[in-house]
């Protein structure tokens, strides 16, 4: 059974510029949310889809938006990138609400400069 | 607020050797689901073990084994037998609202 699969591995991008990154979930998993890991705000909740819809948002500026698609599989997009966005983008999914425990996949490393 | 606190940045232990890992959380909910993460240097976050709260038995996996204390909000992670693949950073984390809260992470240094 295949993970949960997030591309690019490694992104590097400039201020002003944006980004997608891709998050294909496990299959039958409808959850997919995303964190982002930063070695000073640790990991910090950015949103959750499921089914398409988005239940949950995490306090981040509006230069954050994500989707989910119909087969689940989801994208980030930041737009007017900062220095302070650097991190590891991590996605996660799940069958409901997590309950049985998210499963991660390897994340995108997004360095801005 | 919900909050989550690991009060240890760093533990060592010698390989074979059990060492537990702290955890407290705050929470006005009564039924939520705590868990235990492992992130080696590979980045991959690995789920390690789960607890549902309403449960009062402690969960095990194998080498791993919770000590729950819902009274205390305290869910602290047992390793017996270290292995040096055990080494990583170990978060633990709650659900909540669709979204996991984390605490800050654990160094795990095992000795061999």
């Known amino acids: 059974k295949a993970g949960v699969t997030q591309t690019p591995r490694y992104l590097i991008k400039t201020r002003g510029q944006q980004v997608t990154l891709s998050c294909s979930p496990i299959s039958g998993h409808r959850s997919v949310s995303w964190y982002q890991q930063t070695p000073g705000q640790g990991l910090q909740f950015l949103f959750e889809?499921?089914?398409?819809?988005?239940?949950n948002k995490g306090n981040f500026p509006g230069r954050f938006s994500g989707r989910q698609f119909s087969n689940s599989r989801s994208e980030m997009n930041v737009s007017t990138l900062e220095l302070g966005d650097s991190a590891l983008y991590l996605c996660a999914s799940s069958l409901e609400a997590g309950e049985g425990g998210y499963t991660f996949g390897s994340g995108t490393r997004l360095t801005v400069v | 607020a919900q909050t989550v606190t690991q009060s240890q940045p760093e533990m060592s232990v010698q390989e074979a050797e059990t060492v537990t890992l702290s955890c407290t959380y705050d929470?006005?909910?009564?039924?939520?689901?705590l868990f235990w993460y492992k992130q080696p240097p590979s980045r991959q976050m690995i789920l390690v073990i789960r607890q549902e709260a309403y449960k009062q038995q402690n969960a095990t996996e194998n080498r791993f084994s919770v000590n729950f204390q819902k009274a205390a909000k305290s869910f602290s992670l047992k390793i017996s037998d270290s292995q040096l693949g055990d080494a990583a950073m170990y978060f633990c984390?709650?659900?909540?609202?669709?979204?996991?809260?984390w605490g800050a992470g654990t160094k795990l240094i095992i000795k061999p």
């Open positions: 929470t006005s909910e009564s039924d939520y689901y």
């Open positions: 984390a709650y659900s909540s609202n669709y979204q996991l809260i």
């Open positions: 889809y499921f089914s398409e819809t988005q239940r």
